[in-house]
């Protein structure tokens, strides 16, 4: 096992039921890479069909990757796996953490970490290397994830991580959250924690993670990658013209500018004009908080801060003494989606008060601090939009009894006062009534409250799908591309290997030159909301971007940076590299492996998936049974025709016709979308062909 | 005057130095102490410098009322080009040459915002002003307004868009990309 390198070599299993540990071996999985590619593994092998999310026969799998704890950069993320109770079938599904948690993973001799069965009353996990135990958690139950966090903390050696539920976990809320380093949280399988009477994960490592390569070839690709890496989400043009720039985009994330800082900390920090090819000033270039929160937050702006071993820092630290008005907290740290949905619960506004745009901030510095520790997850903001839509429909005034319908502050709610959100997350995490019923999730409160079609089918509540999850860079992205990565996973996807190219901010006449030497041809994107019909090599560009995103989730990799499918650098043309991932891998493991080579191995993970949904849905039609676009996406704009440019409405023919392409490019069958046996056993998967042989569910 | 080395070298770091502090070298700041060129030589001999090896870098762009060097190293042709047409203080052709370019390469409408940061630097009222008087002068018919239903302002130019299109655009911009972070 000395000789491994890449992967920590030895998996972590722990069954609760009767408090046992076992190491296992890692490269028995070495063909599913890490993370995610595990977690599909473990779960096909041993996880019954028709196991629900909360049953003691599901498991929970921790994963790093290979890449994990390397050095190589961007590689902070944590990779969860498990049923999906918001799910209707309780499909698996993936959550992800950024932070430092992975990486302790790795360091304490571990590549994943298996949590099976139940415990007889709460624990926490304590690891230490390769000392493991499990610890009384009852003095910590019903407590939020802050406190856990400290107290576990406090119980482990410096340096320690920490991944906690909180009370909405604990409660086996549908929409719960496992959060490490206080901020990084991963949505959904909160719950499964909770079901499983584990309240948290305390972990320190001290062991190097050996990498086969000459560390100065390693060294070479890393300043490779530190040359064509841009800000947060792989922007590569700043939001202002800037000197150094030939091009910029007012949504880019690479937001630095000289005179915007990090006005709270002491002194400012000015973030500057940060050239591309100054390597000191990468971190600065995500002045994130001004892009969440406006040009208010600049002034509240204590620091950015982000992930092990990633230069960019996109998640932001606030000090905000006016949070301890609600009992919180002056300092809150997040990013993107964990500040604007709770921003979107607030259905009538936010409060006038302060400086332009200091409500909208408050409410999301308040809603952030309040689910980060009660942990309740948003469904990707879709919390916020169905209750908008159970209360503007009346269905709220229908379901609620009169008295906890009396109850909720909809004075609070009017004023755009924040305080409202105290109120709402409390009554979510602790099943509070009626109401609480928004915390299972889209699918299951539209069916326990009768969600009319108008629900389903009008845009303005961005439902995708019907089983339940929101659109997530979709049709406006790409246009047959998004669209055909939404319908794919099992919750919203997660994928931004397509967003980040066309949110780069570069011309389209660039963009299209960059896609077309990576897939085959410029055909495979369209200029935004101007979009053609469906071409073979969209479905390529769609395949490409869920297995690359499949292969950063096992790796582990950001893919809210990776690819580097571009970069900021002129005199490249703007061209990235997408051959990293293969040289980092290769040189991490000693394995000689071509892009090509690592892009089958993503086939291999997103293809397992897709059979581990066959098998928990019990059905092969996944074209009419999983696929399924809600009817918005056909009848938005009215008054136009697909391919119009200005709409992003899609045409229905055309949309079967990008299923048949991806399908065939997946090598699925073209009717059903479903694994072929042939396909499953080119990618090595024939136990798995042979177990839904076994069930009937391969398709003809 | 010293020989053509010194000389070159003189003017060469002068105009690096000035792109670094994010300007433009006029030709007659070449005139002065202590390069001293003489009015009549100026562009003659920038013309020269920019085709002598190691002064490649070294770019003029023609403004109306000058001529501005600048060294690419340092900044992007692009930049350079807005900054000549603030020197030039032709406001009309500088929002409207932005706006087209936007409406031609990414495609996008443009947020008025933009001109209220650097390099443009307008006060907002001088930029209401200004934009009201372009949009009925000749020369600048294609500039057109769009609206998100935030009621924030866009630009476009019907030279390279449709009133639909740009308005879908700018309600991505403005509104439905802050939907979907």
């Given at each position: 096992m000395s000789n491994i390198t890449g992967w920590a070599g030895k998996i972590l299993r722990v069954n609760?039921?009767?408090g046992t540990f076992k190491a296992e071996d890692t490269l028995k999985y070495k063909d599913f890479v890490g993370g995610m590619g595990i977690g599909y593994k473990v779960m096909w092998d041993e996880v019954p069909a028709g196991?629900?999310?909360?049953?003691?026969?599901n498991k929970i799998i921790f994963g790093a990757g290979?890449?994990?704890?390397?050095?190589?950069?961007?590689?902070?993320r944590t990779n969860i796996t498990s049923l999906l109770a918001s799910n209707p079938y309780n499909a698996v599904s993936d959550s992800h953490m950024g932070g430092h948690f992975s990486a302790e993973m790795k360091y304490a001799g571990w590549d994943a970490i298996i949590i099976e069965g139940k415990s007889p009353k709460p624990v926490w996990l304590k690891i230490e290397n390769d000392k493991v135990s499990l610890e009384d958690a009852r003095y910590l139950w019903g407590k939020g994830i802050f406190l856990t966090t400290a107290f576990v903390a406090g119980k482990m050696p410096k340096g320690a991580q920490v991944a906690a539920i909180g009370q909405a976990g604990e409660n086996m809320v549908n929409l719960s959250v496992i959060m490490n380093n206080g901020s990084h949280s991963a949505g959904g399988h909160g719950g499964v924690m909770g079901s499983k009477n584990i309240k948290a994960i305390g972990i320190r490592g001290t062991l190097p993670v050996h990498i086969a390569a000459d560390r100065r070839d390693w060294l070479e690709v890393d300043k490779e990658m530190m040359a064509v890496i841009g800000a947060?989400?792989?922007?590569?043009?700043?939001?202002t013209p800037q000197p150094w720039a030939e091009y910029n985009a007012a949504?880019?994330?690479?937001?630095?500018?000289?005179?915007?800082?990090?006005?709270?900390a002491n002194p400012p920090v000015n973030t500057g004009t940060?050239?591309?090819?100054?390597?000191?000033s990468v971190g600065l270039r995500t002045q994130k908080a001004v892009f969440d929160?406006?040009?208010?937050a600049e002034q509240y702006t204590v620091r950015m801060g982000g992930c092990h071993?990633?230069?960019?820092?996109c998640h932001s630290t606030l000090h905000i003494?006016?949070?301890?008005?609600?009992?919180?907290?002056p300092n809150v740290s997040n990013t993107c989606v964990g500040y604007s949905s709770p921003g979107g619960i607030m259905i009538q506004g936010h409060s006038?008060?302060?400086?332009?745009?200091e409500g909208t901030m408050m409410s999301k510095a308040v809603g952030a601090q309040l689910a980060d520790d009660y942990g309740v997850w948003c469904n990707y903001s879709q919390i916020g939009r169905d209750f908008k839509y159970a209360h503007e429909s009346g269905i709220l005034k229908k379901v609620l009894p009169q008295e906890e319908y009396d109850s909720i502050p909809w004075d609070l709610l009017e004023k755009g006062d924040p305080e409202f959100l105290v109120d709402f997350y409390r009554r979510i995490t602790f099943k509070e009534?009626?109401?609480?019923?928004?915390?299972?999730?889209a699918y299951w409160v539209a069916k326990a409250w009768n969600f009319g079609d108008d629900y389903w089918n009008?845009?303005?509540?961005?439902?995708?799908?019907k089983l339940g999850f929101p659109k997530h860079?979709?049709?406006?992205?790409a246009a047959q591309v998004g669209s055909l990565i939404n319908s794919?996973?099992?919750?919203?996807?997660?994928?931004?290997t397509h967003v980040n190219l066309t949110g780069s901010g570069l011309p389209i006449e660039i963009q299209k030159a960059v896609i077309g030497e990576v897939i085959g041809s410029p055909d495979a994107l369209d200029a935004p909301n101007s979009y053609t019909p469906m071409n073979e090599y969209k479905a390529k560009f769609a395949k490409w971007s869920i297995i690359r995103n499949c292969l950063h989730d096992s790796l582990t990799l950001c893919n809210w940076m990776w690819?580097?499918?571009?970069?900021?650098?002129k005199e490249r043309n703007y061209r990235g590299n997408t051959s990293l991932e293969s040289q980092y891998f290769s040189m991490a493991t000693g394995i000689p492996t071509t892009e090509a080579e690592l892009d089958l191995m993503g086939e291999r993970i997103f293809t397992l998936h897709r059979a581990l949904t066959v098998k928990q849905m019990g059905t092969v039609d996944m074209r009419n049974e999983h696929d399924p676009i809600c009817e918005w996406v056909y009848t938005i704009n009215p008054d136009m025709q697909p391919f119009t440019p200005g709409t992003q409405k899609m045409d229905r023919e055309d949309m079967q016709l990008a299923f048949t392409m991806f399908y065939k490019e997946m090598g699925w069958?073209?009717?059903?979308g479903a694994p072929t046996k042939a396909t499953l056993i080119r990618l090595g998967l024939r136990d798995v062909a042979a177990e839904l042989e076994k069930l009937g569910l391969l398709p003809n | 005057m010293g020989d053509h080395k010194d000389i070159n070298l003189l003017i060469g770091e002068a105009i690096r130095l000035n792109t670094i502090n994010i300007k433009l070298t006029k030709?007659?700041?070449?005139?002065?102490?202590?390069?001293?060129?003489k009015a009549d030589e100026v562009t003659n001999k920038l013309e020269e410098l920019t085709k002598i090896e190691g002064y490649e870098d070294i770019k003029l762009l023609k403004g109306k009322k000058t001529l501005y060097c600048y060294s690419e190293k340092h900044m992007t042709g692009s930049y350079a080009k807005l900054l000549v047409g603030v020197e030039d203080g032709d406001l009309f052709a500088l929002i409207a040459d932005t706006i087209r370019n936007d409406s031609k390469i990414y495609p996008r409408t443009t947020?008025?915002?933009?001109?209220?940061?650097?390099?443009?630097?307008?006060k907002e009222k001088e930029l209401m002003d200004i934009l009201g008087q372009l949009m009925k002068s000749e020369g600048y018919e294609d500039i057109k307004e769009s609206r998100a239903s935030n009621n924030a302002l866009y630009l476009y130019s019907e030279l390279h868009l449709s009133k639909a299109y740009a308005d879908s655009l700018t309600e991505w911009i403005e509104v439905t990309s802050l939907e979907c972070p």
């Open positions: 609760l039921t009767d196991t629900k999310a909360f049953d003691p026969e290979p890449l994990t704890g390397t050095g190589a950069v961007c590689a902070g947060n989400n792989n922007h590569v043009v700043p939001s949504r880019s994330r690479w937001t630095a500018t000289d005179g915007l800082t990090w006005g709270a940060c050239d591309p090819h100054d390597l000191n929160h406006g040009a208010v071993a990633c230069p960019i820092r003494p006016k949070l301890e008005k609600y009992g919180l907290s006038k008060e302060g400086e332009e745009g009534g009626e109401l609480s019923r928004l915390g299972e999730g009008s845009s303005s509540y961005n439902m995708w799908s860079h979709s049709n406006e992205t794919m996973f099992n919750r919203d996807a997660q994928c931004h690819p580097m499918t571009v970069s900021p650098l069958d073209e009717k059903t | 030709a007659e700041d070449l005139t002065m102490e202590p390069i001293s060129l947020d008025i915002k933009l001109f209220t940061k650097s390099p443009y630097n307008f």
